[in-house]
């Protein structure tokens, strides 16, 4: 069973920036791609980044591109998600992911665990 705990979500103002962390525990961190998606209101929950098992290769929804940042430090098991010029359209919860392999997805049923999710608002 894998634990993965989000943090560094919060309000910002369009133009800022927050960086999400996620902690993962219970299998071998290292081994294993992680991703990102995130679910507005109203909406179905989307893809927005994914990482490689070594951190090697990324991928990124193209909403975010340019933008976003995903990477991760397998020495602590944890997974970032740098966001940078943040707009309103932004605002979701967002969503840790642990992958079933040690390469990249961009669907939800390449992804075993989920985290908790934490909420991201950016106001006009």
């Known amino acids: 069973q894998v634990q993965l705990v989000e943090s560094g979500g919060g309000l910002v103002q369009a133009g800022g920036s927050l960086r999400l962390s996620c902690a993962a525990s219970?299998?071998?961190?290292?081994?294993?791609?992680m991703g990102w998606f995130r679910q507005a209101p109203g909406k179905e929950r989307e893809f927005v980044a994914a990482?490689?098992?070594?951190?090697?290769?990324?991928y990124y929804a193209n909403s975010v591109k340019g933008r976003f940042t995903i990477s991760r430090r397998n020495a602590k098991n944890t997974v970032y998600l740098q966001m940078n010029s943040l707009k309103p359209e932004d605002t979701a919860v967002y969503y840790c992911a642990f992958g079933a392999g040690r390469f990249y997805g961009t669907t939800s049923k390449e992804y075993d665990y989920w985290g908790q999710g934490t909420q991201v608002t950016v106001s006009s």
């Open positions: 219970g299998r071998t961190f290292s081994a294993y791609a």
């Open positions: 990482i490689s098992w070594s951190g090697g290769s990324t």
